[in-house]
């Protein structure tokens, strides 16, 4: 397994290795090595084939990854193979591809420039769908009003529109179809939360199993859409129109736990069997289908010891610069830490400015003065710190009495220390060497 994370399923693939007779091998950063060595080529640890599980939709420099799986895959045999798996991540490359093989998705647009992708914007309606190429676990995508402009990057990610396709008139839903190999492992419908219209299960979304109901049509396209775009496995999502079903994605690491929550299957006993197979190994069939009552996420026997050195977390000040990007734009802003916030807010006015929303939802915010607190309308927002992007939903507020027009929550400061004698309102020949405020003598 070439997994840098910790996930559940890369966990449940290794222990199904182990359960079905095989030796499972943990490829992470506290083991792995590549070495040439006059000509010779060796991985380290020894492995005969890998799975590739590695997470490049939400990593800031997916190119790094790609670059360490081509490697590996160039010297062993490798399941979802990284050309593959760079074409399924970004989601425009997977909508040309799929329409080009004749497969029905969502009519879309991605243009590099401002006024062309404006442009375009009338074809959608009033209301469409505004996606960044890169995302996952439905972050980076807005169902918009299209009466206002969009940018064609949100931060540094490149974005597009698509139509809407919706014809659930009480609640919005789509079909994953979990593939490995040339099966359908399970499918199930994902219904969206209360408040949002994104089915993620990440996000809450609700789910059903429909392995045994779903359409043949879309059975038969979410096969064709992973044939297509050579994956190994897949989770193929689907939403269905007035006329047929369209394909949204098709993500080479989709998760296995709402999938076993609906249908009570899991796919990594069938991953492992592919990958044994695929280098000459042999599997009970029996085995498979006793183990994938059973999703085993425990720590695998093959995990290596992680190093005790710790990590630092990079520094954050009391107040910091930061970019704020909405649908619409983008701006610098002060922004406010503050431990004691659970969520991330936003004045109204430059929650406008930028085309923060739309709304997803209201959050009650508890008040000193009022016994019940007050709702606030909540929006995703993508905020810039140092480099690094953040997507939160943020709470949206009048704040035009306060002195930050933007409020920074532990949704952010999870990530960071927060050094509260650091502050981008004031000047370095402001502080003292002990890095306190010096105030002017009278």
């Known amino acids: 397994m070439l997994s840098l994370h910790n996930s559940k399923e890369t966990k449940a693939i290794c222990n199904a290795v182990e359960d079905l007779g095989h030796e499972p091998v943990w490829l992470r950063e506290e083991n792995a090595a590549i070495s040439v060595d006059d000509g010779d080529v060796s991985v380290e640890p020894a492995v005969d084939v890998i799975a590739n599980r590695l997470l490049l939709s939400n990593t800031d420099q997916p190119a790094e990854l790609l670059g360490l799986a081509t490697t590996f895959e160039r010297i062993r045999p490798m399941l979802n193979e990284p050309n593959a798996v760079l074409a399924s991540i970004h989601?425009?490359?997977?909508?040309?591809?799929?329409?080009?093989?004749?497969?029905?998705?969502?009519?879309?647009?991605?243009?590099?420039?401002?006024?062309?992708?404006?442009?375009?914007?009338?074809?959608?309606?009033?209301?469409?769908?505004?996606?960044?190429?890169?995302?996952?676990?439905?972050?980076?995508?807005?169902?918009?009003?299209?009466?206002?402009?969009?940018?064609?990057?949100?931060?540094?990610?490149?974005?597009?529109?698509?139509?809407?396709?919706?014809?659930?008139?009480?609640?919005?839903?789509?079909?994953?179809?979990?593939?490995?190999?040339?099966?359908?492992?399970?499918?199930?419908?994902?219904?969206?939360?209360?408040?949002?219209?994104?089915?993620?299960?990440?996000?809450?979304?609700?789910?059903?199993?429909?392995?045994?109901?779903?359409?043949?049509?879309?059975?038969?396209?979410?096969?064709?859409?992973?044939?297509?775009?050579?994956?190994?496995?897949?989770?193929?999502?689907?939403?269905?129109?007035?006329?047929?079903?369209?394909?949204?994605?098709?993500?080479?690491?989709?998760?296995?736990?709402?999938?076993?929550?609906?249908?009570?299957?899991?796919?990594?006993?069938?991953?492992?069997?592919?990958?044994?197979e695929a280098v000459g190994g042999e599997v009970d069939d029996d085995e498979v289908e006793r183990i994938s009552a059973t999703l085993d996420d425990s720590r695998p026997s093959c995990a290596p010891m992680p190093k005790p050195t710790p990590t630092e977390q990079p520094v954050i000040g009391y107040i910091e610069e930061v970019v704020v990007t909405g649908t619409s734009g983008s701006d610098q802003a002060l922004a406010k830490s503050d431990t004691g916030a659970t969520r991330t807010s936003i004045d109204t006015q430059l929650a406008a400015e930028i085309g923060a929303g739309p709304i997803k939802s209201m959050t009650r915010v508890k008040s000193g003065s009022m016994k019940g607190g007050k709702a606030r309308p909540v929006v995703d927002l993508v905020i810039g710190i140092g480099g690094n992007q953040h997507t939160v939903t943020a709470s949206v507020e009048d704040r035009g009495h306060m002195e930050y027009p933007l409020l920074l929550g532990r949704d952010i400061l999870t990530d960071y220390r927060v050094d509260v004698r650091k502050r981008a309102d004031v000047e370095e020949t402001e502080r003292g060497e002990a890095g306190e405020i010096l105030e002017e003598e009278e």
Do not use: C
């Open 91 to 276: 989601k425009f490359a997977t909508a040309a591809t799929l329409a080009d093989w004749n497969i029905r998705v969502p009519d879309a647009l991605l243009a590099l420039s401002n006024d062309r992708l404006n442009e375009g914007r009338e074809r959608f309606g009033e209301v469409g769908v505004y996606k960044t190429a890169i995302g996952t676990h439905g972050g980076g995508t807005w169902k918009v009003d299209l009466t206002e402009r969009v940018n064609p990057k949100v931060g540094n990610r490149q974005a597009f529109l698509q139509r809407l396709i919706d014809r659930d008139d009480e609640k919005h839903r789509d079909l994953r179809v979990y593939i490995v190999g040339d099966q359908i492992i399970g499918s199930m419908y994902r219904y969206a939360p209360e408040g949002d219209w994104r089915t993620n299960v990440a996000l809450g979304g609700a789910v059903e199993d429909a392995t045994d109901d779903m359409p043949e049509e879309a059975a038969e396209t979410a096969l064709y859409a992973a044939d297509v775009m050579d994956l190994d496995y897949a989770g193929v999502d689907l939403v269905e129109g007035y006329d047929g079903w369209y394909v949204l994605e098709v993500n080479p690491t989709a998760g296995f736990k709402g999938l076993f929550e609906a249908t009570g299957t899991s796919p990594a006993p069938h991953i492992a069997k592919l990958a044994i």
